[in-house]
């Protein structure tokens, strides 16, 4: 397959991700790494002559090889909006995790991961089912909300996952928090103010799973002594209660739990044991 945009639909539909190369790789010999039967590295010298392996690839992944001259648009995209670190991912060599919007999520990994075919697979062949509906909400209408539920489902999807993989998954939500961000000053004056406090509630979600929950608790200090609008206070009270759990600080959790619902309390104990991991 070569067009990303049909690629992202069919993963749509799959609950895959999208895995990516350029177009340009394909015309040398490209070797990689995989672990066969007997749990033993060995390296394979070309992956596109290898037919086998190519159809264990469209069974974890919607595949795509994406001609160089799609580079300038996809980069215009990002342009002053993603690290260094993304750049160099979009622009190398390297087999690139894309969710069904085109963002990449394996933009960090060990060197000796990046070319190990088994790894990727293992690390990032996420079933989507999870996350649906808030790509397709996001894909049919690109707005604060659906960009914001996106995040933070994304952050849901992270705290479940395995350790290696959650800070790229993290990073991943904070992609459409910025775009939640830019979005905001599309949605009514009304209802500003009140949507960045909950986006930056929902920040402060990221810094609990990036083990910073001494930083949530003194932010929280501060936004508790001031306004917190009536439809953000069930997040205010699922953060406090969260990081004093994860402080161990259950006295002061205690104060919180009662107005933590029953769903956001497993939600608290995921990130608990992730940011404990």
Known sequence: MSNLKVA???????????LMIWEEETFNNYPVVV???????????????ELELNKAIWEYFIP?????????????????????SYIDKLSDASLKVMDIHGNIVNVTM??????NLSQIIQDYAFNTEFLAQELRNYKDNKNFLTAYFLASKYLDFAASNKAKVRPNIINLAKIYMKE????LPMESINKQDEF?????????????????????????????KGTIYESNKTFQAFLNY??????????????WKSQVSSINLNKADTIIKASLR
Do not use: C, W
Request: charged share 30%.
């Open 64 to 84: 795509v090889v994406v001609s160089e001259y799609v580079y300038d648009d996809l980069y215009d995209k990002i342009k002053n909006k993603r690290p260094q």
């Open 8 to 18: 992202q639909n069919l993963a749509l539909v799959q609950n895959k991700m999208v």
């Open 110 to 115: 060990p060197y000796d991961d990046e070319f």
């Open 242 to 255: 969260t990081a004093h759990k994860i402080r161990r600080d259950n006295e002061q959790a205690a104060v």
């Open 180 to 183: 939640a961000e830019d979005l």
């Open 35 to 49: 672990v066969n039967n007997n749990n033993q590295k060995i390296v394979l010298n070309n992956l596109f002559e």
């Open 196 to 224: 960045a406090q909950r986006l930056e509630m929902l920040q402060l979600q990221a810094d609990l799973l990036e083990g910073k929950a001494p930083r949530v608790i003194r932010i929280l200090k501060k936004m508790d």
